[in-house]
């Protein structure tokens, strides 16, 4: 059972930065598509970023280009989220997926329990 644990979320101000941390264990992490999603209350959760098994294919959603990177470790099972420049739009819980297919209609096999950003103007 793959188990998936996001860190480093927090309350900032507009304009500054964050790195999410997501730790991967239970199964081969190189076999896994990873992707990071953002919820708030009374709205559904919406795709962020992905980054295939391989680390060789990056996707963004709109609001998340040239803000984010999204990039991975296989030595540390670690993949990470790196948001700069950040909008009170980016408040949310973030959460991480796992997968064997990158999608972009969130359809992961394994979730963390997520870390709540908090962008304050």
């Known amino acids: 059972q793959v188990r998936l644990v996001e860190s480093g979320g927090g309350l900032v101000q507009v304009g500054d930065s964050l790195r999410l941390s997501c730790t991967f264990s239970?199964?081969?992490?190189?076999?896994?598509?990873m992707a990071w999603a953002r919820q708030v209350p009374g709205k559904e959760r919406e795709f962020v970023a992905g980054?295939?098994?391989?680390?060789?294919?990056?996707f963004y959603a709109r609001s998340a280009e040239g803000r984010f990177t999204i990039s991975r470790d296989d030595t540390k099972q670690t993949a990470h989220l790196q948001m700069d420049n950040l909008k009170p739009e980016d408040t949310g819980i973030y959460y991480c997926?796992?997968?064997?297919?990158?999608?972009?209609?969130?359809?992961?096999?394994?979730w963390g329990q997520g870390t709540q950003v908090t962008v304050s103007s």
């Open positions: 997926g796992a997968g064997p297919n990158l999608d972009f209609g969130l359809h992961y096999d394994f």
């Open positions: 980054i295939s098994w391989s680390g060789g294919s990056t």
């Open positions: 239970g199964r081969d992490f190189t076999n896994y598509a």
